[in-house]
């Protein structure tokens, strides 16, 4: 059976080129990776190879000619001793698919399915739906005061006592027990099969881990600050984030990337950074940024038990800071709730981080000048609860956004953008954010105070949107 | 110290003699059928991108085909890792993955190993113990100690094939990794495929040291550069290095010096080496022509049992690019599905 040699295209752009020279000529006997000739477009020349093997029959292109559609026919390949046909059997090949329909803005695309299906879940939008998410436990038993510091060390404790597949590395993190000393005793009771001291390369032990935990393993990776994660975000982002999906959903990454994020105390701009919305910017990341000690026991056991890359953002100044904490090795948040830490009905506040304490506060002098703010303790940032927002804004139809880090495509640019979407008639102010100044954080004390936002800029921006 | 075995160029005998070779007729054949199969398929990926059928990117393994058939042969498939970058159509074909859902994923469809979502360069395979196809230059090197890491820390006495090629060799991250491989004594296999350019730059305009099996020596891994045009010497040597990663001594470097026939990717007209080069090689120096010879002379496959060997890997190869032809583009709903997996339990434990 004859086979047809068509013009090749040497790119996904390319439409048309010459054919510059043929190497092979009618009745040549030509076998697969044989050059047959060459062509040429503006930006190159290639060298065409025979992917058939056979006889050519006829030359339909001559050379020389110019502007020969990409998939015309310019030769007849036959087998040895068959005529030529006389006229060129039909095209064999399928010409290449278009897509089913032009994305001519977001009506064409296909509606992202509800949460609440199946096995490999869709979560289209970063946002969450609070039905698909399990209520926050009550809990009413004993509570016992700790430490951010401690409530994080319990509960990667209780998750390695739990599964033997967790482990944890990082910079310092096994035999100094820990850089800010989260880490302490963890290497006495696991061992150093399970708590391990990397040397400083952030990219090569964030890439080791993506790979143990392609190979089953559950690993927490501590980065001794998330500043030096920049030197990892490839392998955050197109190994651990990206993975599962292009895998086809074969290839999950359950890994915990951790470690305090954002300014801690006078050490200048490369150490005092928020992630928040880098981070949250990529689908197949969850983002968590916890306040309480509460917060950082129950969201870290849930990021360990997670199937999926989690993001977990600490902060510094919070691990000394002491919260009431469920006594109980089982206290798993659910991720992608939000927390009312404190009602009202003037004013919404969202916060995460540090920030919530500021809002709070915040809040005491509000209410002393006859303000009810109502302030969100985001929790977190992918998935967002956007709903319990939504909520607090139909009721107060006011919202700041408090975040430390820079205001530019932040996370309140997110808040104010989801206003518009689903809360817009229900505003009566502008949305209004609170952020870090738009500036690398300075190192003076004075200056550094200036650039981060304080309550009395909470206050202010509240008062605002309440026009007082 | 890294072993400085003798230094053969590529195509010349490496640590064995050409033709002096332990494998019986079965895995001889077995050898070549696997090298055709991934040059047959290649070049029918190379027609199909022609056509528009496959789009993006398309990096192929014509040329360098005895590199990872050599290597399959020193592992255990079923229990082993094997992870490279993104030439990986024949490392892919060499762990057992079907031709046809490489091809369909080649052509975008719901029938590719990625459901049509990864492409050329992103393609896995839990089941053949395949993790990829990464497109991030050197990102699967620390990817592929991590998978070590995994072996050691279940006590499986399972290895990691990292491949990657002389492009990765000046990546930061790849030295990361050999140092963590070497101070933790991991099980992995580095199997360098030096095919002579990084795109269109030459290893000796890349690499200030340009013999890759040395650049472990800092970490104190052995290295060793072997003939990768030749399927028998790449067994040898990738066996010895197996079986070092195996018993818990470590990391092993192997410079598979070998050729790509084609360009970088499709669209590489192939500036930076002359004709002449190509031709030298794909006459010389061709992995399959080679074995094909050997065979020969060992009486293992007459003339007509190759042709009938040759017509099956080509059926095989035109059954693939038509169901990656005729297969359907993925249901639009795939948009959504596999970012996250989903955190809740499954019902029954």
Redesign the interface.
Known sequence: MSIQILMPALSPTMTEGKLAKWHVKEGDKITSGQVICEIETDKATMEVEAVDEGVIGKILVAEGTEAVQVNAPIAILVEEGEAVPATPAAPTPAAAPQPQSEPDGDAARPEPPPASQPAVLTQPAAATQLSAVPAEPEWTGPTVKVTVREALRDAMAEEMRRDPTVFLMGEEVAEYQGAYKVSQGLLDEFGARRVIDTPITEHGFAGLGVGAAFGGLRPIVEFMTFNFAMQAIDQIINSAAKTLYMSGGQMGCPIVFRGPNGAASRVAAQHSQCYASWYAHCPGLKVLAPWSAADAKGLMKAAIRDPNPVIFLENELLYGQSFEVPQTDDFVLPIGRAKIERPGKDVTITAFSIMVGKALQAAEELAKEGIDAEVINLRSIRPLDTETIVNSVKKTNRLVSVEEGWPFAGIGSELAALMMDQAFDWLDAPVKRVAGLDIPLPYAANLEKMALPQAPDIVAAAKAVCYR | MAKTAAKPKAGEPGSRKAGDNSATAEELKKYYHDMLLI??FE??A??L?????I??FCHLY?GQEAVVVGMQATIDSAKD?V?TSYRDHGHMLATGMEPRGVMAELT?RAT???????GSM?????ERNF??????VG?Q???????????K??DSKNV?LTYFGDGSANQ??V???M??AA?WKLPVVYVIENNKYGMGTSVERASAISDLYRHGEAFGIPGEQVDGMDVLAVKAAGEKAVEHARSGKGPYILEMLTYR?R?HS?????KYRSKEEVDKMRTERDPIERLKKIMADKGVLDEASLKALDGEVRKVVADAAEFA??SP?PD??E??????????PPAAA
């Not at chain 2, 090197?141 to 072996?151: N, Q, S």
């Not at chain 2, 948009?335 to 809740?344: A, C, F, G, P, Y």
């Open positions: 040059r047959r070049e029918r190379g027609q991108y022609g056509m528009g059928l789009g993006g014509i890792a992870i975008g590719g190993y990625s459901k049509g979502k990864g992103h393609m896995f395979s839990r993790y990829g196809g990464h497109g991030i990102a090197v620390p990817i592929g100690t991590g998978l070590a890491f995994a072996h820390y279940n990691s930061g991250q030295y990361e990794a140092n963590m101070l026939y360009g499709m669209s590489d007209p192939g032809t005729n583009e639009p709903a948009l959504w599905t596999d970012v996250l997996v989903d955190s809740r």
